[in-house]
């Protein structure tokens, strides 16, 4: 199995990522950190407590609140995509605890205990993986692989013209982390793998329906106010880079295509904040980071429906 932490902004695809992180056999989850982005801070942490509820887990896996805010720029939501990030549920249930640990003490200290052992999945802004890194000089030598979902290798932005979402709200966070050193990156960009790879249809949807199961159902729920969006847009479906980049860390094999760039994140500018410049090769800059660039869509479909399967006890 593979042990990890996964760093997220609970809305939509991160519950999904939430999900995927439970019931793979291959997840070892040893820490949920939350972290400012998608919704509200603690709708976020509702959100994630709801998904393991629906999942069965509520209580197996400790939440550990983190950043409350991008390093230097005021927060910026994405309320306007996700709504309250899980299309109005509200679940009733027995137990909401989180830890007293902050997230980024938690990350610092579960990749102390086990060095070059434990892999972070970062799914939202990177504030809490930046502070971690500006912490303690230790925290990036000792986190064995970190996958980051954010960024696009074709200038398409998702917020702005240029910057992706992740990226754009925390862009100074995705500086210092693309500069820090870390051994192995991965990054899953929104455009174009996303949108080429990552999208459920409404016919894919349909199909997810008839699967029958509460998680099935959960799925299609938090994922009703994205699919609104993504149409509105002229995407055809809703959007899942979350999900995707816990299966490139579980399911290498996923990976069709990757190459290594020399990321760097624009900081300066409006027009063009979070901006993921990545550089191939011929301007002399070493890779800092792989790039997925492909992946199999069928494969990753399936793993998804396989996981929706799971008979759970909503707990
Ligand atoms: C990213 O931004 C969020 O809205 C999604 O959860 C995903 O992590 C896509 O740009
Ligand atoms: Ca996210």
Same mark, same amino acid.
């Given at each position: 199995t593979v042990p990890f932490i996964l760093d997220t902004d609970t809305a939509q695809d991160d519950c999904v990522a939430i999900v995927a992180s439970l019931l793979d056999p291959e997840a070892d989850l040893r820490a949920i950190t939350m972290v400012a982005g998608n919704v509200g801070f603690d709708r976020q942490v509702r959100n994630a407590q709801m998904t393991l509820s629906a999942a069965g887990r509520l209580g197996t896996v400790p939440i550990h609140l983190g950043c409350r @805010? *991008?390093?230097?720029l005021p927060w910026v939501s994405a309320e306007n995509v996700h709504?309250?990030?899980?299309?109005g549920l509200d679940m009733d249930f027995a137990e909401t605890v989180t830890e007293d640990e902050h997230g980024v003490d938690a990350l610092i200290r579960l990749t102390a205990e086990s060095p070059g052992e434990i892999s972070i999945v970062a799914i939202g802004p990177l504030t809490n993986i930046a502070m971690a890194a500006v912490k303690d000089p230790d925290f990036v030598g000792n986190v064995k692989s970190l996958v980051i979902m954010g960024g696009s290798n074709n200038g @398409?932005?998702?917020?702005?013209?240029?910057?992706e979402f992740n990226f754009y709200v925390d862009p100074h966070a995705a500086h210092v982390v693309f500069e820090a050193g870390f051994r192995d990156i991965t990054v899953v960009p929104w455009a174009p793998l996303t949108l080429n790879d990552a999208v459920f249809s409404r016919e894919q949807l349909a199909g997810i329906e008839a699967i029958g199961t509460p998680l099935a159902r959960f799925f299609l729920t938090v994922c009703g106010p994205t699919l609104e969006f993504d149409e509105s847009v002229g995407i055809p479906g809703t959007t899942h880079p979350d999900s995707l980049s816990v299966g490139v860390l579980?399911? *290498?094999?996923?990976?069709t295509e990757a190459r290594g760039y020399h990321v760097a994140v624009e900081t300066?500018?409006?027009?063009?904040?979070?901006?993921s410049a990545m550089s191939?090769?011929?301007?002399?800059l070493e890779p800092n980071a792989r790039v997925v660039e492909g992946v199999d869509a069928a494969s990753f479909h399936a793993w998804i429906s396989e996981l929706l399967a799971t008979e759970t006890t909503p707990s």
């Open positions: @805010r *991008p390093l230097v709504g309250d990030g899980s299309g @398409r932005g998702n917020i702005t013209a240029a910057g579980l399911h *290498p094999e996923l990976v300066g500018s409006e027009l063009t904040r979070g901006y191939w090769g011929v301007h002399g």
